[in-house]
């Protein structure tokens, strides 16, 4: 069976500070994979996608950027906090061809102070 | 994408079953219907889909109208741990490259009663 991994589940960074948070896939080869965000008491939002090993898709512009070194590791980034980058930031994955059917891993809640 | 309209929130009594309304109007023939659930603090979860015949899993079952304008999600024996967030997405295809996103509105916050 599939599952999804993201660490570190909570993390509390100040303003001007890096980030970098990973999610990895076990039990299938070439997901497409997904990172999302939620602040509090609102919707989740796409950040990024890939389809593939290098290929990166951007929904939003801002000050985080998304890398995939391996089939199965999505790891989200930024050189420098924000407040208003404080959230819910959650990694799914999905089969190649059936995108709407997402599996979400456990989400890491960020606080930026 | 479509769009959709849920409820605010509804309440339900453990044990009966939970109907989940969605309108999706302006839902085109391509379109699916999905549903997903997230409990507090968790990340959502997939339940069911479906085209234009109804669908069921051992989660939940899917009753989309024959006009294909809205469709109800039924949890046919609802428990606490049912207490969540559900989401009516409506989506272009099982594949279409170029257009990955899933777009999750407010949702409805279901809550199961003791």
């Known amino acids: 069976s599939q599952t999804i991994h993201q660490w570190p589940a909570t993390l509390v960074q100040p303003v001007g500070s890096p980030l970098s948070l990973e999610c990895t896939v076990e039990?299938?080869?070439?997901?497409?994979l997904y990172w999302y965000r939620q602040a509090a008491g609102r919707g989740l939002q796409l950040l990024f996608y890939?389809?593939?090993?290098?290929?990166i898709s951007s929904e939003v512009p801002q000050n985080l950027s998304a890398s995939r070194p391996q089939d199965r590791q999505f790891i989200l980034s930024s050189k420098k906090l924000l407040l208003s980058d404080s959230g819910f930031y959650l990694c799914?994955?999905?089969?190649?061809?059936?995108?709407?059917?997402?599996?979400f891993g456990p989400g890491t809640r960020l606080t930026v102070l | 994408d479509a769009k959709t309209t849920q409820p605010t929130s509804m309440d339900c009594a453990e044990g009966r079953a939970a109907n989940l309304p969605c309108n999706h109007s302006?839902?085109?023939?391509?379109?699916?219907v999905y549903w997903y659930r997230q409990i507090h603090s968790q990340g959502p979860q997939y339940i069911i889909h479906?085209?234009?015949n109804n669908e069921t899993n051992e989660m939940a079952s899917l009753i989309i109208t024959e006009d294909r304008k809205s469709s109800t999600l039924i949890l046919p024996h609802a428990t606490l741990r049912d207490t969540a967030v559900y989401y009516c997405?409506?989506?272009?295809?099982?594949?279409?490259?170029?257009?990955?996103?899933?777009?999750f509105g407010t949702g409805t916050r279901l809550t199961i009663i003791p």
């Open positions: 799914a994955w999905s089969l190649s061809g059936r995108e709407g059917t997402q599996y």
């Open positions: 997405i409506v989506r272009v295809g099982l594949s279409n490259f170029g257009n990955e996103k899933l777009t």
């Open positions: 039990g299938t080869s070439n997901p497409n």
């Open positions: 479906g085209l234009k």
């Open positions: 890939s389809v593939g090993i290098g290929q």
């Open positions: 302006t839902i085109s023939g391509n379109e699916y």
